[in-house]
């Protein structure tokens, strides 16, 4: 049976997440990890060199401006999980306004981004790029406000790696993740609604919160 958007979302539901071996691998399989990473809302690391770099930067931020670039920014590497098929998934996705970018600007240029899907109060996110130092990290930043803002309680980083950890992603139990996914399927929330901020209006309400 194809993947359709529909049964991508109640993949999603239910806590597994679709993954291709290798960009040109036809076949796509359902992921559920004993461990899971996540980046706490309130947990996120935010090193003074970034908070310098946010500062000074002149790069523009934006959302759902260029979806595609996104995905196909994330997919340009040696090894990666995105395939045709999953890309044909998140663009129907993005269209339905069910999966969302996030894009960091470099003048006309896109530099770093990421994309992911929401469901209820709960952002899944699928992958970022970075072709500009500290531009996936602003992103991220970028990304974390938006959330707060837009009430969303859990975001789903499917597995951590050291990038996450550093910048204060953990990993839970599969039981502990499928808890809080059901409390945060259940909530509202709205990625869209929020204002775009600059990554310097960003480090502000961070350093706010912190």
């Known amino acids: 049976m194809r993947l359709t958007p529909d049964i991508l979302m109640q993949g999603y539901a239910t806590?597994?997440?679709?993954?291709?071996?290798?960009?040109?691998?036809?076949?796509?399989?359902?992921?559920?990890?004993?461990?899971?990473?996540?980046?706490?809302?309130?947990?996120?690391?935010?090193?003074?060199?970034?908070?310098?770099?946010?500062?000074?930067?002149?790069f523009e931020v934006s959302i759902n401006q260029d979806f595609a670039g996104v995905v196909d920014a994330c997919a340009d590497r040696a090894d990666t999980w995105i395939n045709t098929?999953?890309?044909?998934?998140?663009?129907?996705?993005?269209?339905?306004?069910?999966?969302?970018?996030?894009?960091?600007?470099d003048a006309s240029q896109l530099v770093g981004g990421v994309y992911g899907v929401t469901l209820g109060a709960a952002f899944f996110g699928e992958s970022m790029f970075s072709r500009r130092s500290n531009a996936s990290k602003i992103a991220l930043a970028c990304l974390i406000d938006r959330l707060l803002d837009g009430g969303f309680r859990l975001f789903d980083t499917q597995f951590?790696?050291?990038?996450?950890?550093?910048?204060?992603?953990?990993?839970?139990?599969?039981?502990?993740?499928?808890?809080a996914l059901n409390v945060a399927c259940d909530l509202p929330a709205d990625f869209s609604a929020p204002p775009v901020r600059p990554p310097q209006e960003v480090v502000q309400r961070i350093t706010q919160r912190s």
């Not at 044909?88 to 960091?104: D, G, N």
């Not at 992603?169 to 599969?174: F, Q």
């Open 15 to 58: 806590g597994i997440f679709p993954m291709a071996e290798h960009r040109d691998d036809p076949e796509v399989f359902w992921v559920d990890p004993q461990r899971r990473g996540i980046m706490p809302l309130d947990g996120f690391h935010v090193s003074r060199s970034l908070r310098r770099a946010m500062r000074k930067t002149s």
């Open 85 to 105: 098929e999953i890309r044909r998934l998140y663009i129907a996705l993005h269209r339905t306004r069910q999966a969302h970018s996030l894009e960091i600007w």
């Open 160 to 179: 951590l790696t050291e990038h996450l950890a550093s910048l204060g992603g953990i990993e839970i139990s599969r039981a502990a993740y499928h808890k």
